[in-house]
């Protein structure tokens, strides 16, 4: 059964790099790993996807080693307003359903 | 282009009854997903339908029941609530099947309040 498991919360400066870890065991081979931002009282935002290496956009980029049982999103330079929580997104291997990681809550300050 | 549409977006219901949650995708959008997000469990896959038809199902009783229709739009139903079906019950879309490569359009939600 797929597994996903992020950092509970991570705390950060503005202008800092952050790096948020998501653990994925037994997810599909043919399919991306997916980054999604959530805010208060809204559903979750599209970030970033890749299948492995790095993928880089404006706004993040995804670091996938070799054995895809892990992903790095990494998030240059936050601002106050990257406050949020955010979830990686796998398909199960198995199960061939989606599974969200257990969304790590990023906390910048000023 | 109109984003993903809930309704409604609040619901209080007390135990024993159900309740029909709508979720309107994308134009063009031909898969609808649903999930519970709790603050214990946190985002849950429940059901995902393309095309009509549900392709997959999550880990949950058979109380939770949904269907798609000809225009996409999608309801999910939840018969004999109990107190642990409060949460956000959050819909999402996407062009093609749901997998993770395809970006996922997720509406606002539906608080659902089970008193």
């Known amino acids: 059964l797929a597994k996903t498991t992020q950092p509970i919360s991570m705390d950060s400066y503005e202008g800092q790099e952050v790096n948020i870890t998501c653990s994925h065991n037994n997810i599909a081979t043919n399919d991306y790993i997916t980054w999604y931002q959530q805010f208060p009282s809204q559903g979750p935002r599209f970030i970033i996807q890749?299948?492995?290496t790095k993928v880089t956009n404006e706004v993040a980029s995804l670091f996938i080693p070799a054995d895809r049982k892990s992903s790095t999103l990494s998030l240059p330079r936050v601002s106050l307003s990257d406050t949020a929580v955010y979830y990686c997104?796998?398909?199960?291997?198995?199960?061939?359903?989606?599974?969200f990681g257990t969304g790590t809550l990023l906390a910048v300050q000023p | 282009k109109a984003g993903v549409t809930q309704t409604p977006r609040y619901l209080i219901k007390t135990r024993g009854q159900q309740v029909t949650l709508s979720c309107s995708p994308i134009s063009g959008h031909r898969s609808v997903s649903w999930y519970q997000q709790t603050p214990g469990q946190g985002l849950q896959f429940l059901f995902e339908?393309?095309?009509?038809?549900?392709?997959n199902k999550g880990n949950f009783p058979g109380r939770f029941s949904g269907r798609q229709f000809s225009n996409s739009r999608s309801e999910m139903n939840v018969s004999t609530l109990e107190l642990g079906d409060s949460a956000l019950y959050l819909c999402?879309?996407?062009?093609?099947?749901?997998?993770?490569?395809?970006?996922?359009?997720f509406g606002p939600g539906t608080r659902l309040t089970v008193l």
């Open positions: 339908y393309f095309s009509e038809t549900q392709r």
């Open positions: 890749g299948y492995k």
């Open positions: 999402a879309s996407s062009t093609g099947q749901p997998r993770a490569y395809n970006e996922q359009f």
């Open positions: 997104l796998v398909l199960g291997g198995a199960t061939n359903k989606l599974i």
